[in-house]
């Protein structure tokens, strides 16, 4: 009984989100010609979520999975709905949050739909640029790592490299790349591949060094070949390391990338952001915040599914 | 025949400073099943892994199939103590790596799946290293080796870390294989009675140069009752022999 109320909850509070938005009176009068002046467009929003967890609530009835994720599930679900309940409170129903500094979620909402051609075409830009330099920085911190933990010479070159480019943060470079690059694009491709190099030769490094010498020796008496031994038992063996490299250089490429659309490239969600604020369009700058947060947990997300399904090898998992 | 082992005056050092091996000789027959038994540190696993061709010898030569070693081949399995399987891959993909490796994925690609069920992993095949048991690798590990049809089979303590019933269990394994395949194997163990139980001859190596301090022949047919009196007379003359070996060492110290 216990169980099946926390189930509800997420559907209590969508529920409430919308009653609270049509029923509580905003903080001051909208005229129609306002850009902000509510819509309905944040009760269709509310009002798909509250179907949804209405629907999981009845398959939970009839299927035991759905029954458990929901369970699970449920108490961050409301807390997340709460906090939400309470943003629209604070600006919209109230302007305790700093006017017009703070805009509510249907503005934001509003926005994000005025703008959809701009932010599209901003965020194809931010991932085209993210991905590129991404792409680059994985080959070549692979190439490095996996040298440097295999011979003792390329060691010695490479580790005082990964010393220096690991205390220094990678941003430092942005205004001497922006100077020197041919292409804003290429800088920032480049600056993005430096902050991403760095963590994945550093892991894959650690991992080849840690792969056990029986690992190497069986595979040499089966008469592995030298491109073998590196392809096909080194880069294996070092995954779970290489992995962690892949994840931490995720993070340091999502920031490498804003901080160089912020300051230099004139594209892309970092861009759009600064540009909104220029204008004093607050909620479209939020909405660019929303994009870019969805769009880099998703990425995340991917990348976290690709290393558990890469490393089911592994004892106790990923 | 391919399978012979010559070993011809080797002298192994490390870093210069002490004789791991001195001076030793040894001729081993095609499909002969050898035990090396000594002292930990006497050089057991320097000859093996310089006879694996993992190790360059500092002096003498050997021949293996006549010919002489320089670095690894498929025809010298080597199996370690630590199952060294390759836990990014299954039991079944374990070996076919190990068949792509040597080249003989096409004269014995055929018959993985048929050696899997005669060695009792058919049921565990497709599982990885980490959820199998400790015989379970090791079993795993031996056939990977033998799938490779070597010549020669060199064994590094390979059961060193299991109970003595599964032990005994895979004693029994390899013998089984051994038979079938007519293959030289020279196995290194700390277990008086698997040496016994195992081999046609013993070698007894003595520490500090690690060399040959007696070679035992073991006259018995197979399968061995481990209860027989010869059993036990050959046990006692091993003991005998491996504390005297002891001793000297100690005599090293003082
Ligand atoms: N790579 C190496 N570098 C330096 N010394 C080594 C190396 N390998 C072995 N030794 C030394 O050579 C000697 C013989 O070692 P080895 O491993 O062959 O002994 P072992 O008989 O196999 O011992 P155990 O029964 O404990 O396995 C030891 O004193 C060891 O310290
Ligand atoms: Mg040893």
Redesign the pocket.
């Known amino acids: 009984m216990k169980n099946r109320i926390i189930c509800t909850l997420p559907l209590v509070v969508s529920v409430l989100v919308m009653l609270q938005y049509v029923l509580v009176p905003n903080f001051r009068e909208f005229t129609p010609l306002d850009q902000n002046a509510p819509t309905n467009v944040w009760l269709w929003f509310m009002g798909f979520f509250a179907l949804a967890f209405a629907a999981w609530n009845v398959a939970a009835v009839f299927s035991k999975r759905a029954h458990t994720q929901l369970r699970r599930r449920a108490p961050l679900l409301t807390v997340v709905f709460l906090l939400v309940l309470l943003f629209d409170f604070a600006t919209l129903k109230t302007g305790w949050l700093p006017q017009p500094f703070v805009p509510w979620p249907d503005a934001i909402l509003n926005a994000i739909i005025r703008d959809r051609a701009i932010l599209l075409t901003s965020l194809g830009h931010s991932l085209r640029l993210l991905f590129t330099g991404y792409a680059i920085g994985v080959v070549l911190g692979i190439i490095t790592g996996v040298a440097a933990g295999w011979s003792v010479k390329a060691r010695y070159w490479v580790q005082p490299l990964t010393k220096l480019f690991g205390s220094i943060p990678p941003v430092t470079w942005l205004p001497i790349i922006l100077i020197l690059a041919g292409s804003l694009f290429g800088g920032a491709v480049f600056l993005i591949a430096l902050a991403v190099w760095y963590p994945v030769t550093a892991t894959t490094m650690n991992g080849v060094l840690n792969v056990p010498k029986s690992t190497f020796e069986a595979a040499s008496t089966f008469g592995v070949s030298k491109p073998g031994m590196i392809f096909k038992v080194a880069i294996p063996a070092s995954s779970p390391f290489i992995f962690q490299g892949l994840t931490q250089g995720m993070s340091i490429a999502c920031t490498a990338l804003l901080i160089a659309e912020m300051m230099g490239v004139e594209a892309g969600l970092g861009w759009y952001i600064n540009w909104q604020r220029g204008w004093a369009e607050f909620a479209g700058m939020y909405g660019a915040v929303v994009i870019i947060a969805v769009t880099f947990f998703a990425v995340n997300a991917v990348l976290g599914v690709a290393r558990r399904r890469a490393l089911r090898w592994k004892e106790g998992g990923a | 025949m391919t399978g012979t082992i010559e070993i011809k005056h080797l002298n192994k050092t490390?870093?210069d400073?002490?004789c791991?091996i001195e001076d030793l000789s040894l001729t081993i027959a095609a499909g002969e099943f050898v035990s090396i038994v000594?002292?930990?540190?006497?050089?057991?696993?320097?000859?093996l892994?310089t006879i694996a061709g993992l190790?360059a010898p500092t002096g003498g030569e050997i021949l293996c199939g006549g010919k002489p070693v320089h670095g690894t081949s498929p025809d010298r399995g080597l199996m370690f103590q630590e199952h060294a399987l390759f836990p990014w891959l299954t039991v079944r993909k374990n070996v076919i790596f190990a068949l792509k490796a040597s080249g003989r994925y096409g004269a014995n690609g055929g018959s993985v799946g048929a050696l899997l069920e005669t060695a009792g992993l058919a049921e565990f095949a497709d599982a990885y290293p980490h959820q199998l048991s400790g015989g379970m690798r090791q079993r795993a590990a031996l056939i990977r080796s033998l799938a490779v049809s070597p010549d020669v089979l060199l064994l590094?303590?390979p059961l060193g870390a299991l109970d003595s019933f599964t032990r005994m269990v895979l004693q029994d394994e390899i013998i089984r294989l051994w038979q079938a395949r007519g293959n030289t194997m020279v196995l290194?163990t700390?277990d008086v009675d698997e040496a016994i139980y195992l081999s046609n001859r013993i070698i007894v190596?003595a520490?500090r140069p690690?060399r040959i301090a007696e070679i035992i022949d073991v006259p018995m047919g197979y399968p061995r009752n481990r209860g027989t009196s010869d059993f036990a007379d050959l046990r006692k003359r091993l003991l005998k022999r491996l504390d005297f070996a002891a001793e000297v060492e100690q005599e090293y110290y003082l």
Do not use: N, Q, V, Y
Request: proline share 4%; net charge negative.
């Open positions: 490390f870093d400073e002490f791991a000594g002292t930990s540190g006497c050089g057991k696993s320097t000859l892994r190790e590094d303590e290194i700390h190596m520490p690690g």
